[in-house]
């Protein structure tokens, strides 16, 4: 019995002396790998949705990236494209690096970057993102007093100054966008915060796309708030609401989320909430949001609709130097308004308070997958790509809208490629000034294709798919929008009300899959039931002629003026319609 309990003590003192050599900092077993270091890149993203957007030769992309490794960093390199830019060995926190500001100019076209980190065991870990520059133009404000304007396509970027918002923690992109290429796609603890002082006005707006995500059940979306220095658990908790505002969401109705405002005047605030009027489903896609904020009055909008407007004595900013977007941190958080999870895509801020017409334009705008004002240039401004010029089409500074407009020319025309803007509806407006010099007839807009089997090659008229805008007539002129279904074709016809030398006219064209409807200044001119759209062949637009795929019945290039030509992916609706001419 006593020589068993002494082979048991020895066995407790070796494994107590095999413990107390065992170097805590590795693992007990040599074969067990080490995590090693874990690299979170946030720009350029990985998933090589950044866009880096300038009409300069070179622009700049400023890295933001972290590093995370339990035993400690040893080494972290920069690659951009085969050249070393960034070599640091030296940190104050060898166990977390955050690098938020390591900037590089690039050249347009595409670009590759790699990080790689070597920790103090050795381990080496890489993360790579490629990227593209694109030579863009200024962005030039849409709509009358937009002061700011967040696409999302790939980067954090306000278009109108050039500013990057600040990231906080990992914030991403969603290629499921609801205009553009890229939306915002929250995440936990993160979000992004943009300088507030010269976004501020008396008259205030803001509008956005928001794909709802329900979890977690309350969230911040917009917050341009005050410092709350007097909470006792200030910086981390803070709920001043004296001054600015916060437009967030909590539980609604069952299954539902509800939107609500909060603004400050500088001594009380004040609570804009609709109830269940202003419920969104959780599973509702992307919504449209808007507020508007007035010396008198706040209103919230879903969808164009007010689901709430109520009485304010005004909105104070002392103190709100910082807008957050898409989390109520840092400044309204006690209630647990943090981070929003959802999606966010056309994000604008105005100094105006918008009427419901301007909001039905934005929203409108929100379904624009063409846009061409012929500003001097032949720049399609959704995908912000150059039309393709046939013979001498030209500008005039006779325009409708902006400094110029589209002039034609003899056997003169543009071209695009229709790569999404097709689907099973379409609608598209323009400004339209005729001269009718004798040629009785011409082209305008003509998505059609080729027609291999014409009697005449000159003369191909294929019109079973697609669609084709033209006018016919003597001195007054009718407007006609030929639709094909697949195997045959039906067209909606005008009065002849368009007279040679009259003035500007607006003109909107919708499709379904069962009407065409064309208006003329807002006003329903013809209309004609259809059994179908098909756009098979369709894969380049005419405009300005119907050459080279119409020409079957002599509609060649319209000498005419046309100004704001944009393509919808729904039927528009004659109040957006209205809002859309109105807006011009």
């Given at each position: 019995?006593?020589?068993?309990?002494?082979?048991?003590?020895?066995?407790?003192?070796?494994?107590?002396?095999?413990?107390?050599?065992?170097?805590?900092?590795?693992?007990?077993?040599?074969?067990?790998?080490?995590?090693?270091?874990?690299?979170?890149?946030?720009?350029?993203?990985?998933?090589?949705?950044?866009?880096?957007?300038?009409?300069?030769?070179?622009?700049?992309?400023?890295?933001?990236?972290?590093?995370?490794?339990?035993?400690?960093?040893?080494?972290?390199?920069?690659?951009?494209?085969?050249?070393?830019?960034?070599?640091?060995?030296?940190?104050?926190?060898?166990?977390?690096?955050?690098?938020?500001?390591?900037?590089?100019?690039?050249?347009?076209?595409?670009?590759?970057?790699?990080?790689?980190?070597?920790?103090?065991?050795?381990?080496?870990?890489?993360?790579?993102?490629?990227?593209?520059?694109?030579?863009?133009?200024?962005?030039?404000?849409?709509?009358?007093?937009?002061?700011?304007?967040?696409?999302?396509?790939?980067?954090?970027?306000?278009?109108?100054?050039?500013?990057?918002?600040?990231?906080?923690?990992?914030?991403?992109?969603?290629?499921?966008?609801?205009?553009?290429t890229g939306a915002y796609a929250g995440a936990t603890d993160s979000y992004l915060t943009y300088p507030a002082t010269a976004l501020q006005s008396q008259t205030f707006s803001a509008t956005m796309w928001y794909n709802l995500n329900a979890t977690p059940n309350r969230a911040g979306i917009l917050v341009m708030g005050p410092e709350d220095t007097a909470n006792p658990n200030f910086p981390n908790v803070q709920n001043n609401r004296r001054n600015g505002f916060r437009f967030f969401r909590e539980n609604g109705a069952a299954g539902f989320q509800r939107f609500k405002l909060n603004v400050g005047n500088g001594t009380a605030d004040s609570w804009i909430d609709g109830g269940t009027a202003a419920d969104v489903a959780n599973d509702a896609g992307w919504v449209h949001l808007a507020f508007t904020i007035s010396p008198s009055k706040a209103v919230v909008y879903i969808n164009g609709v007010a689901v709430r407007e109520s009485t304010i004595s005004g909105v104070d900013f002392t103190g709100c130097d910082l807008l957050s977007i898409m989390s109520g941190a840092p400044r309204f958080s006690e209630w647990g308004h943090k981070s929003d999870l959802s999606n966010l895509d056309e994000l604008r801020i105005f100094n105006k308070e918008l009427s419901q017409e301007e909001?039905?334009?934005?929203?409108?705008?929100?379904?624009?997958?063409?846009?061409?004002?012929?500003?001097?240039?032949?720049?399609?401004?959704?995908?912000?790509?150059?039309?393709?010029?046939?013979?001498?089409?030209?500008?005039?500074?006779?325009?409708?809208?902006?400094?110029?407009?589209?002039?034609?020319?003899?056997?003169?025309?543009?071209?695009?490629?229709?790569?999404?803007?097709?689907?099973d509806e379409i609608s598209g407006t323009f400004w339209y000034k005729i001269n009718n010099p004798g040629t009785n007839r011409a082209g305008i807009l003509t998505i059609s294709p080729p027609d291999p089997n014409a009697s005449n090659p000159d003369r191909p008229g294929n019109r079973n798919n697609g669609i084709r805008v033209f006018r016919e007539g003597g001195a007054n002129q009718s407007l006609r929008v030929n639709v094909g279904n697949g195997t045959s074709n039906g067209t909606a016809v005008t009065p002849n009300v368009l007279a040679n030398g009259s003035d500007w006219v607006h003109v909107a064209f919708t499709v379904s899959q069962t009407k065409v409807i064309i208006y003329l200044d807002g006003v329903l001119s013809a209309e004609r039931d259809i059994t179908g759209l098909d756009w098979t062949g369709c894969d380049s637009m005419s405009i300005m002629s119907g050459a080279p795929r119409y020409l079957i019945f002599n509609h060649f290039s319209d000498l005419s003026d046309m100004d704001e030509l944009a393509l919808y992916n729904k039927v528009l609706t004659l109040d957006e319609i209205m809002a859309i001419m109105n807006a011009n």
């Open positions: 019995m006593k020589n068993k309990t002494l082979k048991y003590l020895g066995l407790a003192l070796l494994s107590i002396f095999t413990f107390s050599c065992q170097d805590l900092e590795r693992p007990e077993f040599s074969n067990f790998l080490y995590d090693g270091p874990v690299i979170t890149l946030n720009t350029p993203s990985p998933s090589g949705a950044t866009v880096v957007r300038s009409g300069e030769p070179l622009a700049a992309i400023t890295i933001n990236f972290q590093v995370e490794d339990d035993l400690g960093i040893a080494n972290i390199t920069v690659v951009l494209d085969g050249a070393e830019i960034a070599n640091i060995s030296s940190f104050a926190n060898a166990k977390l690096v955050v690098v938020d500001d390591l900037t590089s100019e690039v050249a347009t076209g595409m670009h590759t970057l790699t990080i790689t980190v070597t920790d103090i065991n050795d381990v080496v870990a890489t993360q790579s993102a490629t990227f593209e520059k694109k030579d863009t133009p200024p962005y030039f404000p849409v709509f009358e007093g937009e002061n700011f304007y967040m696409a999302f396509d790939g980067d954090y970027s306000e278009a109108i100054s050039g500013s990057e918002a600040t990231q906080v923690g990992t914030v991403g992109f969603t290629v499921d966008a609801k205009v553009g909001i039905t334009n934005v929203i409108a705008n929100g379904s624009q997958t063409f846009k061409m004002s012929f500003e001097n240039n032949f720049l399609e401004t959704v995908s912000k790509t150059d039309a393709t010029v046939v013979g001498s089409p030209g500008f005039t500074t006779d325009a409708k809208v902006g400094t110029h407009a589209y002039v034609g020319a003899n056997d003169a025309y543009v071209t695009f490629p229709t790569d999404g803007l097709l689907g």
